[in-house]
């Protein structure tokens, strides 16, 4: 199955921007802030996947370990969110998402630059990898607000 990078662009912002309620919001700062410090040095960690968020219908988890910061100061970050029941987009039926954010923390601004779709035995049903291209507006009571807020109080 072939997917255009515009067609899942576009799946991906969507489940970022549109996962509303999410209640039971749980940051673990100690955990992320150690990554953020490990990251700015370059160093490699092996923190895992921390629950940011969760709700009935969704728990997200922000890979601790993939952080890192660029010369601008923006934050990568991969996450995954899984469903408690499946999910359609762009004619892929899915359990679980993963995506790699580009967090602008100072300026309140993200990106996607990265993302898969994963069936319930965690097998990649569809990826694309590109540059995030222009950061767009953190909307609040959002999954990417809930991510954002993990990672850019955690430093």
């Known amino acids: 199955m072939i ?21 039971g919001t749980r940051v673990v700062r100690l955990v992320l802030a150690v990554a953020m410090v ?3 040095l370059g160093a490699a960690t092996a923190a895992g996947w921390v629950r940011v968020a969760s709700s009935p219908d969704v728990q997200v988890f922000v890979d601790a370990g993939s952080l890192t910061k660029d010369s601008r100061g923006f934050v990568s970050v991969w996450t995954k969110t899984l469903y408690a029941s499946v999910q359609t987009d762009v004619g892929i039926r899915y ?54 807020k993990a990672i850019c109080t955690a430093g």
């Open 38 to 40: 490990a990251a700015s």
């Open 3 to 23: 997917m255009t990078q515009c067609a899942a662009r576009q799946a991906w912002t969507a489940a970022a921007t549109e996962v509303r309620k999410l209640r």
């Open 95 to 148: 359990a679980a998402d993963m995506t790699r954010f580009v967090l602008d923390c100072a300026g309140a601004r993200y990106g996607i630059d990265g993302g898969k779709f994963l069936d319930d035995q965690g097998h990649v049903l569809g990826q694309f990898d590109e540059p995030a291209g222009e950061l767009q507006p953190i909307p609040p009571a959002t999954k990417i607000d809930a991510i954002a």
